[in-house]
């Protein structure tokens, strides 16, 4: 990292797995600049257009574009970029400065949770699309790589304490804590355009706070379900005996 750049943070997560959520946590803090699923766009349809208010539209067309990117973005202040690991982007990050350089932070959710919501919005999904194999990949890598010492929030506790679970992560992140984050005005966002439908609760809402649902099709009730829970189960077994204590 160069004398002038400011701080780059890198979320991970399985889809459906509440981390948008905490994007708008994030963005409603007003010092970072948000980028969401940019690998998972580049992986998806071979670009990423990164939209923010008053620049216009930029579109990248591979990793190295993208890194370039983030550290021209990072020259003007502090950087968030959330990404959903239902692709493998080790090719992507193997020995990148992106991969080294930032405090990565890994959201861990209960897999039959994410494979029922996962289900509801793509009944089409794959068990690769869980996300927690390709999601402990990454987390081999910035383990091996990346300078900071990871972070993991736990999406259950987000839920069920957002004040206290956002304030422990601050504390963990070197960030101050900004109460007021934990509310922001409705609607969508123009960073999540592509992939709007998968957020609609996240663009219903004010704040962070339980949803009850009741899903028809799950994993205690769905053999095909059932099997994506026993091949993700193990790697979330291991992401969560890597975050020991440091889950928040």
């Known amino acids: 990292m160069t004398a002038t750049a400011h701080r780059l943070f890198v979320m991970w997560a399985p889809p459906r797995s509440l981390s948008t959520a905490f994007v708008r946590v994030m963005a409603a803090r007003g010092d970072f600049t948000i980028l969401h699923e940019p690998l998972c766009d580049l ?4 670009h990423f257009v990164h939209r923010r208010a008053g620049a ?5 067309d591979s990793a190295s574009a993208l890194f370039e990117h983030v550290e021209r973005l990072r020259r003007d202040g502090p950087v968030f970029i959330k990404d959903t690991c239902e692709y493998d982007y080790r090719d992507m990050l193997d020995g990148a400065g992106y991969l080294r350089e930032a405090t990565h932070i890994f959201m861990l959710r209960e ?10 919005i793509n009944p089409e999904m794959r068990c690769e699309d869980v996300g927690y194999e390709h ?6 890598l910035v383990r091996l790589q990346a300078a900071a010492r990871p972070l993991f929030i736990d999406a259950e506790r987000l839920v069920l304490d957002p004040a206290g679970t956002v304030e422990r992560f601050c504390d963990s992140a070197g960030l101050a804590h900004l109460p007021e984050s934990l509310r922001w005005e409705g609607g969508h966002l123009d960073i999540w355009e592509r992939t709007k439908r ?13 949803i ?37």
């Open 111 to 120: 897999p039959a949770s994410v494979i029922n919501s996962h289900y509801h």
């Open 212 to 248: 009850e649902r009741q899903y028809a099709v799950r994993v205690d009730n769905h053999e095909q379900l059932r099997g994506f829970y026993h091949a993700n189960r193990p790697f979330y077994d291991y992401l969560c005996q890597q975050a020991g204590s440091v889950r928040t």
């Open 43 to 46: 992986a998806a349809c071979g």
């Open 198 to 210: 998968w957020h609609l609760d996240a663009a219903n809402s004010n704040c962070i706070a339980p």
């Open 135 to 140: 999601l402990a990949r990454v987390y081999d």
């Open 56 to 60: 216009e539209p930029r579109r990248l």
